[in-house]
């Protein structure tokens, strides 16, 4: 069995570590083909040396652009490394750009797909993250699940069930893979001069959110009012789609302080030790249910039900005011939610379900 593992952005080289490291201590046949759509070194090769994964053997640079130029690029780029490998299946991660080229390259050339992160969904058609899921799933010959919720929610669209495997997500494996690292290297909390439960931690990047004006100056604001309101720093490691829109709007802020995109052990760090953490990110949502870190999310809807469900979670929107009324909601929870995304070994369940079944 010969194993592509597609990855192109931050969040799937951090969700596809345990899968790599399972198929290197399994020593199967497996590459990395990363599509370059990051390429900066804190949102890309700061993960490959930290988590010391194995190196990609192909990269397509394609870099930035619009969603069609950046979706066509990896299309035509990927083809040829594939064909030229011709794994038995490529493996993806999640609902970027480079996951849908990834996926339909691979269909075509009749190789098997196989979604890590299936069956997601926030019925929004205005992310481009929710086209990318949704033509994904129905492209892939393996569906891999989080949860029971993700399974029927694919089984309802109609996609065979014997396709589709419940195997909880593999970003619970690599935050118990590195939390116990993590938490011996303070450095970060040390570094910034934070305590413990007194500050918030922000990140802020999705395109309808970042791109709006009217939406992205609401959250800063909200951001702003709160700092004033409990007096905690508010630490916002900035994705660099955010810092270009921060400068371009000429915004500047006393209340918050903004830094570089950080290392996974220093965030996972961060977010472990944070009185809260406000987000519009997917993976963060998910980090914090687990970590049993309050969560407040900065948007109208999630793809990750489940955390509201349990408890972690909160839906704020971007109005300033409700953002601060969520704050004081969810700091007020008793922190004794069970994780619904799996036990920490997606990784290997995956990888078994593949040479079981390939
Ligand atoms: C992408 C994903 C999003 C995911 C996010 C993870 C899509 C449609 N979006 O959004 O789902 O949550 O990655 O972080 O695939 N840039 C750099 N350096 C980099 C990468 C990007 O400076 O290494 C800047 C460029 O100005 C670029 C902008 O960030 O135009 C946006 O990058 P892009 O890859 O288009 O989308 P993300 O916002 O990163
Ligand atoms: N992350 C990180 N450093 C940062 C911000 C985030 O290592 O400065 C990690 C975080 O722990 C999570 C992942 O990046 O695992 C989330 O990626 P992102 O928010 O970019 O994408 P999304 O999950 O929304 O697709």
Not at 73 to 88: A, C, G, H, S, V
Not at 95 to 114: Q, W
Not at 132 to 150: C, G, M, Q, W, Y
Not at 289 to 306: A, G, H, M, Q, S
């Amino acid at each position: 069995m010969k194993i592509s593992i597609v990855v192109g952005t931050r969040p799937e080289i951090i969700k596809m570590s345990p899968i790599i490291r399972e198929c290197k201590s399994r020593n199967l046949d497996y590459f990395i083909l990363h599509t370059g759509q990051h390429y900066s070194y804190n949102m890309d090769k700061v993960f490959f040396k930290q988590l010391e994964l194995t190196l990609p053997k192909y990269n397509l640079d394609v870099g930035s652009g619009t969603q069609a130029e950046q979706t066509g690029k990896i299309l035509i780029k990927i083809e040829k490394p594939l064909k030229k490998e011709n794994p038995d299946i490529v493996l993806i991660e999640g609902d970027t750009n480079s996951v849908l080229s990834g996926a339909l390259a691979a269909s075509k050339l009749h190789i098997k797909v196989g979604h890590v992160e299936a069956g997601l969904r926030s019925y929004d058609r205005n992310m481009p993250e929710e086209i990318n899921r949704v033509l994904t799933d129905h492209i892939s010959d393996f569906l891999f699940a989080p949860t029971e919720k993700s399974k029927n929610i694919l089984i309802n669209e109609g996609i065979e069930k014997n396709k589709i495997f419940v195997t909880g997500n593999t970003i619970v494996d690599s935050v118990y893979q590195n939390l116990e690292i993590a938490n011996k290297n303070k450095n970060i909390i040390k570094k910034l001069k934070l305590e413990k439960d007194s500050y918030f931690l922000v990140t802020v990047h999705r395109q309808e959110n970042v791109d709006n004006k009217n939406r992205f100056l609401n959250i800063l604001k909200g951001l702003e009012n709160l700092n004033k309101k409990f007096n905690f720093p508010i630490i916002y490691p900035i994705h660099p789609r955010s810092k270009k829109m921060i400068e371009s709007f000429g915004f500047k802020s006393k209340n918050i302080s903004f830094i570089e995109p950080i290392d996974f052990l220093n965030f996972l760090q961060l977010e472990n030790n944070a009185k809260a953490v406000l987000t519009d990110s997917g993976g963060v949502q998910e980090e914090t249910c687990i970590l049993k870190r309050p969560c407040v999310t900065l948007r109208d809807n999630t793809e990750r039900p489940e955390t509201l469900e349990v408890g972690s979670n909160i839906l704020s929107g971007v109005n300033p005011d409700k953002i601060i009324d969520c704050v004081n909601i969810i700091t007020k929870r008793k922190k004794e939610w069970d994780n619904p995304f799996g036990n920490g070994n997606s990784g290997k369940k995956i990888i078994n379900i593949l040479e079981e079944k390939l």
